[in-house]
């Protein structure tokens, strides 16, 4: 599949550019080499009204460089197609009409070639428009273009994550059951018990710190404020698929005390049994199979469990006899981590494309904190006290939606490393099944 759409100078060597240059160049690239085991057919796919076609992000994402930069920046701007400031909008109700979500997998045209395209031209009307900003503009003019180019580039990666778990979920329904990665020999890794990492109470400073998090944070992530945190303890690693096999053992699904009222009607209504992708008998005979990016492989119980809901991650800590943590104590233990130690787990890099098992690790430190699977914490998804949502069409990015979900912390397996930091917070609704995500249990202390 054709992922040529920059100009020689932009593919030979990117040393003589700026590093924002660079860094766009780059991630762009990240993108369509995402789709490279993709066909057009696959491309077009719609599984659900959750999720989009992979030609949708590829248009979208091109979409928001053109609406948000391009037309702000560049002289005598033009857009490629007209049509597309409709087609490709997802919810920027300030730029105006969108098409229906659900219908995304309806939009047989603009082909997948003519999407590329689109990219191309793009691409190197945005390098143009860099160049010249970078060179000719006031200060204040690149340091908007910066913040813009930046946001654009950390809302390219949110959907390059996306993009795998919507295809992962389209390419399920194939009775095939094909595969989107090559498989990879999975080691046998022996199963690594349960510290538990005590943490003392106090008042804390929670949110982005520039001087640790980075150059870059979401509005959400903003402002650090202080937030009282109870002695409480955190698991040393997330909840593994053995643990979870242990739960449906014991008839976890079938128990209404461990489930929350919403959970329970959710359980009942949609005839849960098992976790999303699994399949196999009740009582676990012949061992569990689930659906992933490399097609269907046994379930190793080592690894991290994913795919499960709000309700289900809920429920499995009250079986445990332990609950979920908010997200203050997660981020609190997340901050105590040297860099590079062992809380790093794996992310979209290493090509995995799920969880893997954990290896031998630090004693006293959690492990897995970042990359695998997100974790979900008891956190709703709210405002931090004295949120303002960013000025312009953007301040639409997040804060509209701070209603009915809750916040999930450290990234997947699906997740770039470079976009994940400890004050990264994601969100869903608390059904939401088909993204990477986990739990690690948490424990009150007297």
Not at 74 to 86: I, Q, Y
Not at 147 to 166: M, P
Not at 405 to 411: C, E, T
């Amino acid at each position: 599949m054709p992922t040529d759409t920059y100009p020689a100078r932009q593919q030979a060597s990117h040393t003589s550019l700026s590093p924002l240059v660079r860094r766009f160049v780059a991630l762009r690239q990240q993108t369509e080499a995402l789709i490279q085991p993709l066909s057009p057919e696959d491309c077009q796919l719609q599984s659900m009204p959750d999720a989009s076609p992979a030609k949708w992000h590829l248009a979208h994402l091109t979409w928001f460089f053109e609406t948000f930069i391009l037309e702000r920046f560049e002289p005598g701007f033009t857009p490629f197609d007209a049509g597309f400031r409709v087609l490709f909008n997802s919810y920027y109700n300030g730029v105006g009409d969108k098409y229906p979500r659900p219908k995304r997998g309806l939009i047989s045209r603009p082909s997948l070639d003519e999407v590329l395209a689109y990219r191309a031209q793009v691409n190197q009307r945005m390098l143009a428009v860099m160049d010249s900003v970078e060179a000719g503009a006031d200060s204040a003019r690149r340091q908007e273009l910066t913040e813009l180019v930046t946001l654009g580039l950390h809302h390219e990666q949110q959907h390059q994550e996306l993009l795998l778990t919507d295809i992962k979920h389209a390419l399920s329904f194939n009775p095939a059951r094909p595969a989107y990665a090559s498989r990879w020999p999975l080691a046998g890794i022996h199963p690594q018990p349960v510290e538990w990492l005590r943490h003392e109470a106090g008042l804390v400073e929670h949110g982005y710190d520039a001087a640790r998090d980075g150059e870059f944070a979401f509005d959400n992530e903003t402002p650090r404020h202080k937030a009282y945190v109870a002695a409480f303890e955190l698991a040393s690693r997330p909840v593994t698929n053995g643990e979870i096999m242990a739960f449906i053992a014991d008839k976890g699904y079938q128990r209404p005390e461990l489930w929350l009222s919403m959970g329970w009607d959710w359980v009942t209504e949609n005839k849960v049994s098992l976790p999303f992708y699994w399949q196999g008998s009740e009582g676990g005979e012949g061992g569990y199979q689930h659906f992933t990016l490399q097609g269907l492989i046994e379930v190793d119980p080592n690894t991290p469990a994913c795919h499960l809901s709000y309700f289900e991650a809920d429920a499995v800590a009250r079986w445990a006899g332990a609950r979920l943590p908010t997200e203050f104590e997660w981020e609190l233990a997340a901050r105590g981590l040297p860099a590079g130690a062992a809380g790093q787990g794996n992310f979209v890099e290493t090509s995995a494309f799920h969880p893997l098992p954990q290896q031998e690790g630090s004693r006293g430190l959690p492990a897995q904190m970042f990359g695998d699977v997100w974790e979900w914490t008891q956190s709703n998804y709210n405002p931090y006290p004295g949120y303002k949502p960013w000025e312009g069409l953007v301040g639409e990015y997040n804060g509209k939606f701070m209603c009915n979900q809750f916040v999930l912390r450290g990234g997947s397996c699906a997740t770039p490393q470079s976009h994940m930091r400890a004050s990264y917070r994601n969100f869903f609704p608390p059904d939401a099944r088909w993204q990477f995500s986990g739990l690690r249990l948490a424990r009150d202390l007297a």
